[in-house]
Each structure stands twice: as structure tokens, then as C-alpha cells.
Nanobody, 124 residues
């Protein structure tokens, strides 16, 4: 049984940092691209960032470039999303997801597995 478990969310103030973790089990972690999505209240789910299977490639949406860093440790079956200089508009439930291929990163339906989500709330 495949599981992706996120952790690290919380309530912070604007300008603060958080690091989200996504620990996988039941799959060969190193063979999956890991993506991060978020969903704010009343909004559609939005792709945020992804890191390739071997860790050599990354992709970010413009609104988080320079503030968020996606990484992974294949030895620990864990992906990370380091979020710095958080803004109120970053408030959302954050999800990690796993897919085999690197392309079409923003299409959620192409991901094979999803975590349960972790809440990130940024206050002004």
C-alpha cells in the first residue's frame, strides 16, 4: 500500500519560513517525480513545484520562485518544500504527489499518488 505523508505545516507570520516534508512508503521512491500542490479556500488546486526522480531538475511556478525550494532525499524516501519569506497569499493546504514521468507537471490527474495534505496559514 502506497502512502505519502506530509508534515511541517503550521501557523506563521508573513516573512517567516516553514519546511514541509513528504515521506513515502510502499513505492520505489527514486523512480517517481515528486510534485507539490496547494489549494487555498475557495480556489482550485494549484501546482507549486516539482523535483525530478534523480533530483537534477526542478520547476517552480513564478509566484514562488526565489522563495520556495523543492528537494528530496531518496535514501530517506522523503521530499521537502522549503518555504521562505512566506506571504499571506501562500495560505493553503499543501499536498505532495508522485508521478512516474517528468512532463506535464501541473496536471494533477497525471499523478499516481497523493498525500493527505498539511495546512499552512500565513498571517499578516
Amino acid at each position: 500500500q502506497v502512502q505519502l505523508v506530509e508534515s511541517g505545516g503550521g501557523l506563521v507570520q508573513a516573512g517567516d519560513s516553514l519546511r514541509l516534508s513528504c515521506t513515502a512508503s510502499g513505492l520505489t521512491f527514486s523512480t517517481y517525480t515528486m510534485g507539490w500542490f496547494r489549494q487555498a479556500p475557495g480556489k482550485e488546486r494549484e501546482f507549486v513545484a516539482a523535483r525530478s526522480r534523480n533530483g537534477m531538475s526542478t520547476y517552480y511556478i513564478d509566484s514562488v520562485k526565489g522563495r520556495f525550494t523543492v528537494s528530496r532525499d531518496n535514501a530517506k524516501n522523503t521530499a521537502y518544500l522549503q518555504m521562505d519569506n512566506l506571504k499571506v497569499e501562500d495560505t493553503a493546504i499543501y499536498y505532495c504527489a508522485a508521478k512516474r514521468e517528468w512532463g506535464s507537471l501541473a496536471i494533477g490527474s497525471l499523478y499516481d499518488y497523493w498525500g493527505q495534505g498539511t495546512q499552512v496559514t500565513v498571517s499578516s
